[in-house]
């Protein structure tokens, strides 16, 4: 027997692995079981392009034991084994130059060691949360001798020869009082399946049954040991497109979200070369009932070379895309990276940046169909909107894929298309926003536009009155609201500048009844029924916006509107040759107050409006 000292790194990672993720101590099981895939990975590779391993029997499978009264559990596979000098290699030292890395960077604060342990494999040494001690037989594929190795976990190993039938590793955990809940069947079956079931070689659970045979005084228990297969030993994502059916993908999707109907469309990738990784995206028929909640369930699973990490992180996608179904799956990360890494990851920003260009790429391909699209966008368009704000990288593509309803349009348009239907001269592209599609379609504001046969998206949505005008730009369009003052200023004509011009006196007077109510009047172009209308100065937020902050708490500065009124109106002709007295000052205020009604603001005192109403009704009549 050969008596051997840890490395001393050795010693560090294990008292890190022992006191920091203890609470999670369930994950040696996972360990275990990888190192075990990877040793069937490796071994099948040898077998199929080295001469050598030729004829080594390539019987891949995983064993898990346990024996309740010796609080014994055994995890044992046919994989490439290891001779005496790579036990002492590989479960004596760290190999491993990252890990290594690591190591040197501990500072003994053990807080923040803990964090750092995420960016690393744990491995192997993870049983010691749960071992006093590890016994591990192995015979490397191709020798004859097999050894035994055992530790503590304290300072050093022991190595001795030993037998095994065949080549692989079987790895005994004596089981300390942590480690004593882990000979059970449910709880290893569970485990597995958790973490496990997707690694592609088959896990086998050894088990002891008991049943009666016989009745009455004849009865007998008659115990067996049975094994069982616990894993479903297929990582569907890993497999090739061309092998997979529509049906399977619909299959595996119900598998994976619980959700009863079929996916609307789904996206399967796999990455080669700088990084390697699989995705598989599912976009669901239906939007999830959490969509609109702040604590909305994380779609998207992350698995490390098929071992499974989290369903519990919603960095993984960008929220605008929260309510995307499936899984990634990277080859290039440690399995235990802790939530922290995960966050600040490069590997895992790459795959994501990747990965939010593949699902929009499909978006923009599903929307080729109009009537598949309109679907899709019924039930995903507006956390689409949300990514205009969010996702500035993607903005132009989010563009593309975002649909408005129109004044010229059935159903929604695309910019895309709004720009296709512009005038010649056209280069804006024109919007209105407020609560109600019936009271926007029949405002004042569109009179001009209507007029000039120029089309203007109906904006109706809250979102919009958000997203939109942080957008500003559709490719070299301007996006302009109508509701804002400014907006019809590149439509005037020379006449409109000149009857603007000649309305002066009577905006000044207009403007002295109404004092400080109005940020300004001014004479407007793009009126032709109304006598008046509302708009916001550029620089304010919408009435809307305006309304909506109010209503979320928070103190959006009030800002004054500006009255606009139409030159050519007959009421406004008529006031024009109407002296100072009460009956202008009413007609004044009355032409305010109708243009707030119809924009569907509140009046500060209906009871004066509707005395002044009557006033003139009674001298009307
Ligand atoms: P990692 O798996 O991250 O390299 P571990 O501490 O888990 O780190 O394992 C160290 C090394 O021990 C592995 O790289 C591998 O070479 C070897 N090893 C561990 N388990 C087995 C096994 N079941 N069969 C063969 N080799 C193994």
Not at 97 to 107: A, D, H, I, P, R
Not at 411 to 434: C, E, F, H, K, W
């Amino acid at each position: 027997m050969a008596q051997h000292q840890f490395q001393t790194e050795v010693n560090q990672i294990l008292h890190l692995i022992i006191h920091s993720l203890y609470s999670h101590k369930e994950i040696f099981l996972r360990e275990l079981v990888s190192n075990s895939s990877d040793a069937l990975d490796k071994l099948k590779h040898l077998t199929l392009t080295e001469d050598a391993y030729k004829t080594v029997t390539f019987a891949p499978r995983i064993d898990i034991s346990f024996d309740e009264k010796a609080k014994k559990l055994t995890i044992a596979d046919t994989g490439i084994g290891m001779n005496e000098a790579d036990l002492v290699e590989n479960l004596g030292t760290i190999a491993n130059s990252g890990t290594k890395k690591f190591v040197e960077q501990l500072t003994g604060d053990a807080k923040k060691d803990s964090n750092l342990i995420g960016q690393f494999g744990v491995g192997f040494y993870s049983c010691y949360m749960v071992a006093d001690t590890v016994e591990v037989v192995s015979k490397k594929a191709g020798e004859s001798e097999a050894f035994l190795w055992t530790s503590d976990g304290k300072s050093g190993f022991d190595i001795e020869k030993s037998e095994r039938e065949s080549h692989g590793t079987s790895i005994t955990l004596h089981l300390n009082d942590e480690g004593v809940e882990y000979v059970s069947r449910w709880e290893i079956q569970n485990i597995i399946k958790k973490y496990s079931n997707h690694i592609p070689f088959p896990i086998y659970l050894h088990y002891e049954d008991t049943r009666t045979e016989g009745e009455g005084d004849d009865a007998k228990e008659i115990t067996e040991m049975k094994e069982e297969q616990i894993n479903s030993a297929s990582a569907f994502w890993k497999r090739p497109k061309n092998d997979l059916s529509d049906e399977d993908y619909k299959e595996f999707y119900k598998d994976l979200s619980h959700d009863y109907e079929d996916p609307m469309f789904w996206s399967h990738t796999h990455a080669e070369g700088m990084l390697d990784y699989t995705t598989l995206f599912y976009i669901p028929s239906k939007a999830p009932f959490d969509l609109y909640r702040a604590d909305y369930t994380a779609g998207v699973k992350l698995y490390v070379k098929r071992v499974f990490i989290t369903d519990d992180e919603k960095e993984l996608m960008p929220t605008y895309l929260r309510f995307v179904r499936g899984i990634i799956d990277s080859e290039d990360l440690p399995l235990n990276v802790s939530r922290e890494i995960l966050q600040q990851n490069k590997v895992l920003n790459k795959i994501r940046t990747n990965s939010v260009k593949k699902i929009l790429s499909e978006f923009s391909d599903y929307a080729k169909d109009a009537e598949k699209y309109a679907i899709f966008y019924e039930q995903f368009g507006r956390p689409l909107k949300e990514g205009l704000y969010q996702d500035y990288e993607n903005r132009e593509t989010l563009m593309e894929l975002v649909r408005f309803k129109s004044t010229k349009a059935e159903g929604l348009t695309s910019l895309a298309d709004y720009v296709a239907r512009m005038q010649p001269d056209q280069n804006t592209v024109y919007y209105i926003t407020g609560e109600n599609e019936a009271s926007l379609r029949l405002s004042p504001l569109l009179e001009m536009y209507k007029k000039k046969d120029i089309e203007v998206l109906i904006l109706d949505d809250e979102i919009d009155e958000i997203v939109i005008p942080s957008v500003n730009k559709y490719k070299d369009y301007e996006l302009k609201s109508v509701n804002r003052s400014d907006a019809a200023d590149d439509l005037k004509t020379d006449d409109d500048k000149k009857a603007e011009e000649a309305l002066k006196p009577l905006l000044e007077r207009v403007k002295s009844v109404l004092g400080e109510k109005v940020k300004d009047v001014k004479a407007s172009s793009r009126l032709s029924d109304s006598p008046s209308c509302i708009v916001a100065d550029s620089s304010d937020p919408t009435f809307q916006m305006q309304a909506m902050l109010k209503a979320m708490g928070q103190d959006a500065p009030a800002s004054k509107p500006i009255l606009e009124i139409n030159p050519e109106h007959a009421i406004i002709k008529k006031m024009n040759e109407l002296p100072d007295g009460d009956l202008f000052n009413d007609a004044s205020l009355m032409v305010y107050e109708q243009a707030l009604i119809v924009e569907g603001l509140k009046l500060d005192n209906p009871a004066d409006f509707v005395k002044r109403m009557n006033e003139l009704m009674n001298k009307a009549l």
